[in-house]
């Protein structure tokens, strides 16, 4: 199946302390582990809109143009067909509209350098994919609620 942006509205109760029409910007290539993510937000507050790209260069065409808004979050996963995810991180932080947008590492590696090297590359969070939706709502719960300034 091919991705593509996919703007979805989240219905559930809402969690009072998040921001009204929160919007979500998840990059991923695998639609499982998006499938999973999107679900776990919709437990956590039915108002946050998730938009998804399937990879960094749809990611970034996405993201630069105008017509779409721009998202609170950025979820990026690093392993990833055509540009990787650390090459992506790089070209968003370039986009002067994105600069102060969080970026969070979403992914299954568990390498501290990764971690420490993609921080000082302008990511704010590295998050690495739970395999239990428990987990990964907690997680998300956590990220969420918090203040990413």
């Known amino acids: 199946m091919k991705n593509s942006l996919v703007n979805i509205q989240i219905t559930s109760e809402k969690n009072n302390n998040m921001k009204e029409n929160m919007r979500l910007f998840i990059i991923d290539d695998d639609d499982d582990d998006k499938k999973l993510f999107i679900e776990s937000v919709k437990e956590i507050d039915d108002s946050i809109v998730c938009s998804t790209a ?14 779409n808004p721009l998202p609170d979050f950025i979820f990026l996963d690093l392993r990833m067909p055509r540009i990787s995810g650390k090459q992506c991180l790089l070209e968003i932080r370039q986009i002067e509209k994105l600069r102060n947008v969080p970026v969070f590492i979403y992914t299954t590696t568990t390498d501290v350098n990764d971690s420490i090297a993609l921080k000082s590359m302008g990511a704010v ?8 939706p428990t987990e990964l709502y907690y997680i998300l719960s956590e990220v969420l609620s918090a203040k990413w300034d």
Do not use: R, V, Y
Request: a negative charge; one cysteine or more; charged letters at 30%.
């Open 54 to 67: 399937c990879d960094g260069l749809e990611a970034l065409k996405i993201l630069s143009d105008a017509e």
């Open 125 to 132: 969070h590295f998050i690495s994919k739970p395999t239990d």
